[in-house]
């Protein structure tokens, strides 16, 4: 079957830095997505990455490891108006998005 | 440039009965997917159309049905309903090459139906 690993709650400080990991098995990988939901809300894209390595966009950056099945979410500077569900989902393939559950990230002052 | 809406925001239904939701897609996507979020939990994926036509299916039973049209709004139809239908129902559209690099999912911000 496909599984999406991802921790089910965070919790960090304003201003600090966290790393949300994801793990995944998947027929296929055809690019892999996190996207932020907060509650209420529908889910906004922050980042996608299809080969190995760091792509960094502003506070947020997504890594890759292709061979080990693996990313994460690094997010620096973290403001209150992170806290929300992040979403790590990968694109199998038959370029369908099979998604986690979500980890949901609690921001203290 | 508008995004995706969806309607109803929140509805409450009864065990067997039908149910249809709407969501207008993103200017300039034609190709729309639906999904189904329960609570604490990712969204899991329903269908997809492009073009008028359902081009890839999840694991949902055949009571799920869903229709495009012309200018790419879409419709999922839910029938004889169940308590475990409860849920949030994403609606996303999505350019017309979603086979490729970075295609993007833009989200509604869902309907949220509640089965009793």
């Known amino acids: 079957g496909q599984n999406i690993d991802q921790p089910t709650e965070m919790t960090a400080t304003e201003g600090a830095i966290v790393q949300i990991n994801c793990t995944y098995q998947t027929s296929g990988f055809n690019g892999l997505f996190w996207y932020q939901q907060h509650a209420g809300e529908a889910p906004t894209f922050l980042s996608y990455n299809v080969l190995d390595g760091l792509e960094e966009k502003g506070r947020f950056s997504s890594f890759l490891s292709r061979s080990k099945g693996y990313s994460y979410l690094l997010l620096k500077e973290l403001q209150m108006k992170d806290s929300a569900s992040y979403l790590c989902?990968?694109?199998?393939?038959?370029?369908?998005?099979?998604w986690g559950a979500g980890t949901k990230l609690i921001i203290k002052p | 440039e508008t995004g995706v809406t969806q309607s109803p925001t929140h509805l409450i239904k009864t065990r067997g009965q039908q149910v249809t939701l709407r969501c207008s897609s993103q200017s300039g996507h034609n190709t729309v997917s639906w999904y189904q979020q329960a609570l604490g939990q990712g969204p899991q994926f329903i269908f997809q159309?492009?073009?008028?036509?359902?081009?890839g299916r999840g694991n949902f039973p055949p009571r799920f049905s869903g229709l495009q049209f012309p200018n790419y709004s879409s419709e999922l139809n839910v029938n004889a309903l169940e308590l475990d239908d409860s849920a949030l129902y994403l609606c996303?559209?999505?350019?017309?090459?979603?086979?490729?690099?970075?295609?993007?999912?833009?989200f509604g911000a869902g309907s949220r139906l509640t089965v009793l």
């Open positions: 159309y492009y073009r008028e036509e359902e081009n």
């Open positions: 996303a559209s999505s350019p017309a090459d979603s086979h490729s690099g970075a295609n993007v999912l833009t």
């Open positions: 989902a990968v694109r199998d393939s038959n370029y369908q998005l099979i």
